[in-house]
């Protein structure tokens, strides 16, 4: 069996040789050939990636969520069978799926072991298009006030995981107004005015805030999870309730299933970037659609 390795360079904070190390260390025990790949820009990654598509079983990655989003679509439709070792700062999608973090170490034996025993489980994809191209997402594109805050938050070196998203919230809130959207789902058009608005594929965003208790990465459904038009000081009272996982019980709070979203700026502050597994996609109008099935993940 034949295994492609990419590390994301700035992964725990540079220790990616040590991981490198690790990787070595544990495959040299089964039965594979190992095929390094080298580290670079995103950019960089992405071609390295693509090209050893053609030559591997596997390719195992190394790094945060942001890097596995970079490998989902460098896999594609290859049917190659993907490895994530968590090692980023957020780890919504490992928490998804019940991987190990930050276990360089027993995330590899699993993989491993899983290739060989042909254990895998095939999950859905997003598909985002716009009018300059088109990207895959595993879990979750943003849309309202949580792309603004996971914006800030690309921007800050410290402090890991959610406690850094709530570091972004003040200068969020503080800059917002209601964003004005309209969204088309299943033949109807509806808009006005939204604070909140995640497609779900997966669960978890944020570093571990869940947005969706119910989303399922294999059901065939989008989640789409919508807040209105909000002031200011009523934020708060829904974040409190959406660490709780409370907030799909308040009626501000509207969750809809579908296969399909078009997104469009509507009347109102223009909407922020678009944001899927915490990378920057593009701006509105934008299509999310679901891919059944496209993604083969080592589990």
């Not at 950019?43 to 490998?71: C, K, T, W």
């Not at 003040?170 to 006005?192: K, Q």
């Not at 459904?221 to 000081?233: E, H, I, N, Q």
Request: include cysteine; glycine fraction near 12%; hydrophobic fraction near 40%.
């Amino acid at each position: 069996m034949k295994v492609a390795l990419a590390l994301n360079p700035s992964s725990g904070k540079g220790r990616s040789e040590g991981y490198r190390a690790v990787l070595r260390e544990v495959l040299e025990k089964y039965p594979v050939e190992m095929v390094w790949l080298p580290a670079g820009t995103r950019e960089e990654s992405f071609a390295a990636m693509r090209e050893a598509i053609d030559e591997v079983d596997a390719l195992i990655i190394v790094g945060g969520d942001g890097f596995i989003h970079n490998a989902v679509n460098a896999v594609g439709d290859s049917g190659v069978a993907l490895g994530i070792v968590a090692a980023g700062s957020g780890n919504d999608i490992a928490r998804e799926f019940g991987l190990p973090i930050h276990s360089v170490h027993d995330s590899v034996h699993q993989i491993a072991s899983c290739l060989l025993t042909g254990r895998h489980r095939d999950v859905d994809v997003m598909e985002i298009s716009w009018e300059g191209g088109s990207e895959r997402a595993l879990a979750i594109v943003s849309v309202g006030i949580d792309a603004d805050v996971n914006v800030r938050t690309n921007h800050m070196s410290w402090p890991k995981g959610n406690t850094r998203y709530l570091r972004a919230l003040p200068g969020a809130i503080g800059s917002y107004r209601p964003f004005g959207v309209r969204l088309t789902m299943d033949g109807h058009t509806s808009e006005g005015q939204m604070t909140l608005l995640s497609i779900a594929n997966t669960r978890y965003f944020g570093g571990g805030f869940c947005i969706s208790p119910g989303a399922l990465p294999d059901d065939g459904l989008l989640d789409v999870v919508v807040t209105r038009g909000l002031r200011a000081p009523e934020i708060a009272g829904l974040l409190g309730r959406l660490v709780v996982y409370r907030h799909l019980a308040d009626p501000r709070v509207h969750l809809y299933r579908t296969t399909e979203v078009r997104v469009e700026q509507g009347p109102g502050g223009t909407l922020p970037m678009l944001m899927a597994d915490g990378e920057e996609i593009c701006r509105a109008p934008a299509t999310i659609r679901l891919l059944p099935k496209a993604l083969r993940l080592v589990i």
